[in-house]
């Protein structure tokens, strides 16, 4: 490419983009569209004083609260303190993540991905215990599990079908 050419170029895209600077809104949409498409999504944390209570119940909010959000289905969730929790009906989790403290997970409900691979990420010295949690048979159901804490799946109601990926950490196992 010759100079001549090189320089009207990037000074015809200057000029273009000129419009920019006059309209710094327009950035803030772009950098928001731009988020949203890489896959950067909000959390919902579980409330942090060990109260028991169904996944479908108000307790969720922003880290720090307050937990008053109702559970909002597909968002990933975040336990950081010791937590007790009801699975109790086939609604579709996202990632979780086990930041601190014994999460313990009741299933009353048959568990579901929505068909895809989520992502269990326990922390170091985090521990989420799943009790009597059937899992789903639809197709594209599995797991990762990440993080240095441990996972015990404990005694399921049902054979668990799908994918699952160890990253780091432990998994438990009942015996049979």
Do not use: C, E
């Not at 594209?140 to 994918?163: C, E, L, R, S, V």
């Amino acid at each position: 490419m010759n100079r001549s050419l090189h320089t009207t170029t990037n000074y015809m895209f200057a000029k273009r983009m000129n419009w920019l600077k006059k309209y710094p809104s327009v950035w803030v949409f772009f950098t928001v569209m731009l988020l949203s498409v890489t896959g950067v999504q909000a959390q919902q944390y579980w409330r942090v004083d060990n109260v028991g209570a169904a996944l479908n119940t108000a307790n969720w909010g922003p880290l720090g609260g307050p937990y008053t959000n109702a559970y909002v289905a597909g968002i990933p969730i975040v336990f950081t303190a010791n937590s007790a929790i009801t699975y109790s009906y086939a609604i579709a989790v996202n990632n979780i993540s086990v930041t601190g403290g014994t999460t313990n997970w009741t299933g009353a409900g048959t568990y579901t991905t929505g068909g895809a691979v989520r992502t269990v990420d326990i922390a170091a010295g985090a521990t989420l215990t799943w009790n009597a949690q059937p899992v789903s048979f639809v197709a594209g159901n599995g797991f990762i599990k990440n993080g240095a804490g441990t996972w015990n799946i404990g005694t399921q109601a049902n054979n668990y079908p799908a994918g699952f990926t160890m990253n780091a950490g432990t998994v438990t196992l009942p015996r049979n």
